[in-house]
């Protein structure tokens, strides 16, 4: 069964930061594209970042310069580093992959 379970999320000030891991497993990680995916109250889904199988990684320009995702694959950990939040990051954050989504972390940041 493949499964998704994400964590790090809080309640920080703008400009601080945190780290959102995403614990994965029935699945071999290293092969997966996976994703970062966030859903303010009130709004639709918004991708914020991936990683492929090889590494490459890309970002929502809103982002960008500011969060850093990465994987562990011998850890079968997705992450997502955020620093500089803003007001505007608020939201519920999960991670998706290999046909599955966890049930997410929320971040709150306040102004």
């Known amino acids: 069964e493949v499964q998704l379970v994400e964590s790090g999320g809080g309640l920080v000030q703008a400009g601080g930061s945190l780290t959102l891991s995403c614990v994965t497993s029935?699945?071999?990680?290293?092969?997966?594209?996976m994703t970062w995916v966030r859903q303010a109250v009130r709004k639709g889904p918004e991708w914020v970042s991936d990683?492929?199988?090889?590494?490459?990684?890309r970002y929502k320009d809103s982002v960008k310069g500011r969060f850093t995702i990465s994987r562990d694959n011998d850890k079968n950990t997705l992450y997502l580093q955020m620093n500089n939040l803003k007001p505007e990051d608020t939201a519920l954050y999960y991670c998706?992959?290999?046909?599955?989504r966890g049930q997410g972390t929320r971040v709150t940041v306040s102004s």
């Open positions: 998706t992959g290999a046909g599955a």
């Open positions: 029935g699945f071999t990680l290293s092969v997966y594209t």
């Open positions: 990683i492929n199988e090889y590494g490459d990684t």
